[in-house]
């Protein structure tokens, strides 16, 4: 069974500029997170969808941060316009959803911001 | 207000020890989730186990065992006999109502060959 993909894999940009970042779940999951993971921290929920809809959104920086997750499959996750302390790795996850929780994480995308 | 506390940093065993990483919660549902992840150096987050608050039942999977105590809200993980490919940052983490996880800052273990 495929696992979650991400890409890219690294990103550099310049403060200021926009970046996106593109999640594939596991088959079959209804249930896709995104995480932002500072240096040293645990990940910090950003956002979580149930198939296409937003179920979750609480920490999201919504005035530079946005996500979707069209036809309850593929999510982009963009950041307009990056600061510096969006500089970090951007995991996805994704779960079965209905009652099932565990959660299996992409290799995370690290995006460092200049 | 929800969260989770891994007060060690970072611990340092020599192989074949046994260690126990610790992880406290704080949550005023009464229904509610915990996990243990593993990232290793590639920086994958792996699961490891679940656990609901309704189930208190130790549970041991091989080298490693959960222990969890609603009355001191712990949820710790034992690893016996260390191995070198233990060797990684592990993170306990809490869903509670409402679809919210709460991360723990994680605590880096390192096995000494």
């Known amino acids: 069974e495929a696992g979650v993909a991400q890409s890219p894999r690294y990103k550099i940009i310049e403060k200021r500029q926009s970046v996106a970042f593109w999640c594939n779940p596991i088959s079959g999951h209804a249930t896709l997170y995104w995480y932002q993971q500072i240096l040293g921290q645990g990940p910090k929920l950003l956002i979580q969808f149930q198939n296409n809809g937003v179920v979750d959104d609480s920490q999201l920086p919504k005035d530079r941060f946005s996500a979707e997750r069209l036809k309850g499959v593929d999510s982009t996750l963009k950041i307009q316009p990056a600061k510096l302390e969006d500089s970090a790795v951007y995991l996805c996850?994704?779960?079965?959803?209905?009652?099932?929780?565990?959660?299996?994480f992409g290799p995370g995308t690290r995006l460092t911001v200049t | 207000a929800q969260k989770v506390t891994q007060a060690q940093t970072e611990i340092s065993v020599v192989e074949k020890e046994d260690v126990t990483l610790d992880c406290v919660y704080e949550t005023r549902d009464t229904t509610y989730y915990l996990f243990w992840y593993k990232q290793p150096p590639s920086g994958e987050l792996v699961f490891l186990i679940r656990r609901n608050s309704f189930d208190e039942q130790n549970e041991i999977s091989g080298r490693y065992s959960w222990n969890f105590q609603k009355s001191t809200s712990s949820f710790n993980f034992t690893i016996t006999a260390s191995q070198v490919v233990d060797s990684a940052v592990y993170f306990c983490a809490l869903k509670v109502a409402g679809n919210q996880f709460y991360f723990g800052t994680g605590t880096s273990l390192t096995v000494i060959p």
């Open positions: 996850a994704s779960s079965l959803g209905r009652g099932y929780y565990e959660q299996y």
